[in-house]
């Protein structure tokens, strides 16, 4: 038996009558009559007993309706599904962050996002910048949320701005200057500096001396640690000052001081990027979602 086949007995049984359901079908009468008898010879039974003035099941007849509804129901919601993959409602996605920049943002959006679409499976996870721009072009992840700093020169990746943040030079609250409400780059020239280190996070090591050499000098960089925890950390335990974004106070100590920059042009981006080549269609969604929700 086949797909075909069951559809077919199961207009019959439905109108109890060939020509109806040979109608129902768009098929010739003949046809109808053809597969069902084709369908008895091959089980051995008779599915229907026929009369001049009716047609009805037989018991053999009921128990396959039974079978066939549930056969042809699970082939229809298979097809369901696959169109909805297609269309990406159905499926998973990857999305990476850095966790604090997007913070703010990221929850409310996603709590939104699983609300309408509720059949897209999601893996979100915590990277450091040079990582989760390595599994973008990995297409390892679908989405990621990072600094705009130099995305722009990366030609095989789309991106779509956030928001801009505040840059903070974070000192000990022991630092003289801690108690300023804002303060000028160039007067902590001769500061040792701690940055993220370079292979972690190139984007956010460029972005720091670019912000300094924008403020006439060069930085000396006294540490590199892998994580911003260290860095506010190293910062915490007098040995360098550091210059982050804003919203990296929510995962500092009381102890940490955060001033911002008197410089008005300087500031960091949040972007959210993606490979430009990304075949999940998940992705579409997400991306015109948020767009939506940045407006």
């Given amino acids: 038996m086949d797909i075909r086949q069951l559809r077919y007995f199961a207009a019959v049984a439905e109108y109890l009558n060939f020509t109806e359901a040979a109608k129902h079908l768009y098929v010739a009468q003949s046809a109808v009559s053809q597969q069902i008898a084709d369908m008895e010879k091959e089980l051995g039974v008779q599915l229907f007993n026929r009369t001049k003035r009716s047609v009805k099941l037989t018991n053999a007849g009921k128990v396959l309706l039974k079978e066939a509804n549930f056969i042809i129901g699970r082939m229809n ?7 909805q993959a297609d269309l990406g409602l159905i499926g998973s996605l990857r999305v990476g962050f850095l966790g604090y920049a997007e913070r703010s943002l990221l ?10 679409y509720p059949q ?9 910048h040079g990582e989760l721009i390595e599994m973008i ?8 949320f990072t600094l ?15 928001f801009q943040e505040t840059i903070a030079v974070v000192v000990h609250e022991d630092h003289p200057r801690a108690k300023d409400k804002m303060i000028k ?10 940055v993220l280190n370079r292979r972690e996070s190139p984007q956010g090591y460029q972005q720091t001396l670019q912000i300094c050499t924008n403020n006439g000098f060069t930085p000396y960089i006294a540490h590199e640690p892998k994580l911003l925890q260290t860095v506010l950390m190293l910062v915490d335990a007098g040995m360098g000052i550091a ?44 991306i015109d979602e948020l767009r939506k929700r940045r407006k």
């Avoid at 929850?107 to 309408?116: S, Y």
């Avoid at 705009?148 to 956030?162: P, Q, R, W």
């Fill in 137 to 144: 072009n990995n297409e390892e992840l679908d989405v990621g």
């Fill in 107 to 116: 929850p409310p959006f996603i709590r939104h996002f699983r609300q309408l």
């Fill in 148 to 162: 705009a700093f130099g995305i722009e020169s990366m030609s095989h990746l789309d991106f779509m701005s956030i």
């Fill in 243 to 286: 210059i982050l974004p804003k919203s990296a106070q929510m995962l500092a100590s009381n102890s940490l001081c955060f001033i911002e920059l008197d410089e008005k042009q300087e500031a960091y981006e949040l972007v959210a990027t993606w490979h430009r080549h990304n075949a999940n269609p998940s992705t579409v969604l997400f």
């Fill in 77 to 83: 919601e298979a097809k369901e599904k696959t169109k």
């Fill in 120 to 128: 897209i499976e999601l893996h979100l996870d915590q990277y450091h």
């Fill in 185 to 194: 780059l160039s007067e902590l020239s001769t500061e040792p500096y701690i």
